[in-house]
């Protein structure tokens, strides 16, 4: 019996350039999917390594398609996809190979919570929940400790451990807390900065360029301490957007109290 072809929506002709931005993301999603392989193997410096590739596959691909207008339905599903492996998955893994496995049941549980966690916070991003009613300003906060950054954060202490292996950074109870804080933090409603809503001034232009290339010479002298620094310098800034947030929340109430008020009154 021949089954019949259901037609379907397919995807438009595009130009070689605008696949860039998907095939960015198959890359992030392979060194995500290699980084468990790594750690399987018990290559967790290479794991942690792939991850953070992923991460910067992922930034690249995002800016590539706003470039590029190379923006889709389909490209938003694939990049949520590979977020999902890549970003909870993969770190779950990767964490649970190293430390949670002596915690049996519940390092396993530890993980799941994060996998979860990673999964709502991207399908809450995706469908624009947080997005009603918006005022312009708020593109520069995200709601929740994003995807990228959840992964970063969960893996700071096995990060640490690489450069100081002789303290207790692969303890179970130290890695559970992690866990279960940042799991926290990629579902909460706290506001976060996003780096596509920073703006720099003409006049700090070249010094963003200059640091930028002193972050590259850390990177490559002292790797692991300086992921580490940066992640400490993200939790540092948690607190600072959620009073930036408020502030500009503020203001716009007050404006719009201003704005409601009766322009002048009459003499009595």
Known sequence: MKHRRIPGARLKDLSSTKLIPNILTLLGLCAGITAVRFALHGQWEAAVAAIGVAGLLDVLDGGMARLLSAGSEFG????SLADLVSFGVAP???LYL???Q???TLGWALALLFCV???LRLARFNTGLDADDAPPWAERYFTGVPAPAGAGLVLLPMVLSFEFPDAAFGHVALNAVVIVAVSVLMVGRAPTYSLKGIRVPSKL???????VGL???FVVGAPWLTAAAIGLLYILSLPASYISYRRLVRAAEKAEADQMA???KSPD
Do not use: N
């Open 76 to 79: 938003a599903e694939l990049d």
């Open 92 to 94: 779950a893994l990767v």
């Open 98 to 100: 190293w430390s949670m």
């Open 102 to 104: 002596d915690a049996a």
């Open 117 to 119: 966690c990673c999964a």
């Open 205 to 211: 232009v070249v010094p963003v360029m200059v640091l």
């Open 215 to 217: 972050l590259a010479g």
């Open 262 to 264: 009766p322009a002048d």
